[in-house]
């Protein structure tokens, strides 16, 4: 089975750090382009990173830029999303998503997991 | 950016009855390769988002074909013909023509 399954959330002071995984099966994950999307509670969808298959490029939201830093291992399998400088606005649910071939759109995504920013 | 906007915010229906839903890009998402990068997802209640449409018109494996999507440049539409309890939940457009990729805001599909 395809799957995306996110892991590392959790409640942190703001200025704490956080390393989100997202590991992949069912696939050849080393294939895709990956993405990190968020969605703070009540609110719509925001990107916030992608890499490339092979780590050469990639790109941020201005809002995590310089703080939030995406790599990936592709002989685990895994995604990674780590989050310094944490700010009370990055609360969300960070979902990770695969970039299907020749699609352009997300055509996995994880389950979510949930990143909670407070004092 | 590109700035999406749907429309509109809340869709009420009634079960077998057809529903649409507007997708506006403040730029042409017309790729040189003659692809829209436009897309469609639905975030049913408690779950992830799921891909419906990808490239504008193109559904996604195991969508229904009651569900369409159709347009070009910075106007599109998600069509349902007729609305399922399945189809109740926040449906999202996405454009992926550029950095940052951006969602339109979302419109709720809510059973009458």
């Known amino acids: 089975e395809v799957q995306l399954v996110e892991s590392g959330g959790g409640l942190v002071q703001p200025g704490g750090s956080l390393r989100l995984s997202c590991e992949a099966s069912?696939?050849?994950?080393?294939?895709?382009?990956m993405y990190w999307v968020r969605q703070a509670p009540g609110k719509g969808l925001v990107w916030v990173s992608r890499?490339?298959?092979?780590?050469?490029?990639?790109s941020y939201a201005d809002s995590v830029k310089g703080r939030f830093t995406i790599t990936r291992d592709n002989a685990k399998n895994t995604l990674y999303l780590q989050m310094n400088s944490l700010r009370v606005e990055d609360t969300a649910v960070y979902y990770c998503?695969?970039?299907?071939?020749?699609?352009?759109?997300?055509?996995?995504w994880g389950q979510g997991t949930t990143v909670t920013v407070s004092s | 950016d590109i700035v999406m906007t749907q429309s509109p915010l809340s869709l009420p229906v009634t079960p077998g009855e057809p529903a649409s839903i507007s997708c506006r890009s403040s730029q042409s998402l017309l790729h040189s390769n003659g692809y829209n990068y436009l897309s469609w997802y639905l975030q049913k209640p408690g779950q992830s988002p799921q891909l419906l449409i990808y490239l504008g018109s193109n559904r996604a494996p195991g969508v229904p074909d009651r569900i369409s999507g159709n347009g070009s440049g910075t106007d599109f539409t998600l069509k349902i013909s007729r609305v399922e309890a399945e189809d109740v939940g926040v449906h999202y457009c996405m454009q992926a023509l550029q950095i940052p990729l951006t969602f339109g805001g979302g419109t709720k599909v809510e059973i009458k």
């Open positions: 998503a695969r970039d299907g071939l020749r699609k352009n759109a997300f055509d996995i």
């Open positions: 890499i490339n298959s092979d780590e050469s490029s990639r």
């Open positions: 069912g696939f050849t994950f080393s294939s895709y382009w």
